[in-house]
């Protein structure tokens, strides 16, 4: 209990080993909501220093209940017959593509429909797929210290996630749907049986991920070299 206040207050371990607060209850209910602390979290009640999960805190527990009778991910479906070929146009790497081919990437992709709000990539999971956005937003956060910073908005008729996939390494940051999004989702081992039986229609995509990467690496050789000039003229 706040000595100065008289309100108890709780510190979290999170998964990261890292301790937070102290914060109070209302604080400990945002979290939930948000999935930032899960039942197994462990909680110190500054009232007798003892710490127990989450899931045994009575206040948190309505929480928890309501995020396990939510339906879990968004609903996965074969691409085919929920997409239209057109939609595709969007797409400055499917802009020279025959309307066959785009029907052809089709059955390689699934479809996703996700809800405001819902993430759709985790931070540290393994990444094996690329998304492409027909409709909606979303959004890259980073999550520190259990407050939310915001990278950078995704619109419709852009693609992200290729990096993972083709290294099969861990998401570096969260993805969130901003408003009710529909999503393409190749994952790679659909990617590599598209390159091997229609490699007319896997170049452009490839070319097309190779020049998003190197605009990227660009851009961070420039804020590189300005930092390093900075540091430079202050020391």
């Not at 102290?22 to 710490?51: C, H, K, Y």
């Not at 045994?56 to 339906?71: M, R």
């Not at 996700?114 to 409709?135: E, P, W």
């Not at 070299?225 to 020391?235: G, N, P, V, Y």
Request: aromatic share 8%.
């Amino acid at each position: 209990m706040s000595s100065l206040t008289g309100v108890i207050t709780y510190k979290v371990l999170a998964s990261d080993n890292v301790l937070y607060g102290p914060v109070d209850m209302p604080t400990l209910i945002q979290w939930a909501v948000d999935e930032r602390i899960v039942p197994g979290t462990w909680i110190m009640r500054s009232i007798d220093n003892n710490w127990v999960p989450a899931g045994l805190l009575s206040d948190l527990a309505p929480y928890f209940a309501k995020a396990e009778a939510q339906p879990k991910g968004a609903p996965v479906l074969n691409a085919t017959g929920q997409v239209q070929p057109e939609e595709l146009r969007q797409f400055d790497l499917f802009v020279g593509v025959s309307n066959e081919q785009l029907v052809q990437f089709l059955e390689y992709a699934e479809f996703l429909s996700c809800r405001t709000g819902h993430v759709l990539i985790k931070k540290g999971d393994l990444g094996d797929a690329i998304y492409f956005l027909l409709s909606g937003t979303v959004r890259a956060r980073i999550m520190v210290a259990y407050e939310e910073k915001d990278l950078t908005t995704i619109p419709s008729g852009q693609f992200f996630g290729e990096i993972a996939m083709l290294t099969h390494s861990a998401r570096s940051v969260d993805i969130v749907a901003v408003e009710p999004s529909r999503l393409l989702r190749v994952d790679a081992q659909s990617f590599i049986s598209m390159s091997q039986k229609l490699p007319d229609l896997a170049c452009p995509i490839l070319f097309a991920m190779s020049r998003s990467l190197a605009s990227r690496v660009a851009d961070l050789t420039v804020r590189f070299s300005r930092d390093q000039a900075a540091e430079h003229l202050w020391s």
